[in-house]
């Protein structure tokens, strides 16, 4: 998607995405120790800033020329005029969150205030028996978009039989966490599918008038859609997070 006029153009292009693709990198990587307090929104930022650096560079403006973070369903994105649709500041509402939430609510979780402000993004606990997914609900955490779900104890379900009872213990919860937590600091990296959208000249109009951020939601949906027809652990997003969990 580079516009380079010529080879040093592009390759000057290159350079400065790839310091986007770092520093979503070492996000995904902070994300994986984020039951230390703080660290989860750090994980954010860097992921936050490292995408919008690579939005910058894909439509051509400086590096920093506008910077949008995902704050629960917001996202909050401060930039010059030209590059943020016309006002320094802008939110967006995220639908991924929105199904998030309802997902949960509809499930009866209840939201862990503590968990979601340590973190930056919210984190809900399974309290019920989850219908999500009433015959094989073998997970012990699972992520919509950026929210997070987190099961302390109940049971599980193999085959819409009762396979064991569970209570996790507090190594399990920390783990299942921070893995989860890389997902939902994905999601802000699904968010540049948006510019596509943005180039799009009729879009603009739309945007404006429902503060909508599509895109990245279009493309996680996508992404979700591929990859269900996968096993757990041969999806992208699976291998990468499992790659960056730390042992
Ligand atoms: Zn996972």
Redesign the pocket.
């Known amino acids: 998607m580079w516009r380079g006029e010529n080879t040093s153009k592009t390759l000057e292009q290159c350079a400065k995405g790839s310091i986007g693709g770092t520093l979503i990198y070492a996000g995904e990587k902070a994300a994986s120790y984020s039951t230390t307090p703080g660290i989860g929104w750090a994980a954010h930022g860097l992921v936050a800033i490292g995408s919008s650096v690579r939005e910058n560079v894909a439509q051509d403006y400086d590096l920093f020329e506008r910077v949008a973070y995902d704050l629960a369903f917001m996202r909050l994105s401060i930039g010059s005029e030209r590059s943020n649709h016309g006002s320094i500041f802008q939110a967006y509402a995220l639908l991924g969150p929105f199904a998030g939430i309802w997902a949960n609510l509809a499930q009866g979780n209840s939201l862990n205030w503590q968990a979601s402000l340590y973190n930056g993004n919210l984190i809900f606990e399974a309290t019920e028996e989850q219908y999500f997914r009433p015959n094989d609900n073998d997970e012990q955490s699972?992520?919509i978009a950026n929210v997070i779900t987190i099961r302390r104890e109940g049971h599980k379900y193999r085959d819409g039989k009762r396979a064991d009872d569970y209570h996790a213990d507090q190594e399990d919860l920390a783990r299942s966490l921070e893995?989860?937590q890389?997902?939902a600091v994905m999601y802000r990296e699904f968010g540049s599918v948006d510019v596509l959208l943005e180039e799009w000249e009729k879009y603009n109009r739309l945007k404006q008038r429902f503060h909508l951020s599509l895109g990245g939601d279009l493309g996680y949906a996508a992404i979700v859609g591929i990859s269900t027809s996968f096993p757990?652990e041969l999806r992208a997003?699976?291998w990468n997070?499992?790659n960056l969990d730390h042992k």
């Open positions: 699972y992520g893995h989860e890389i997902h757990h997003s699976e997070a499992s």
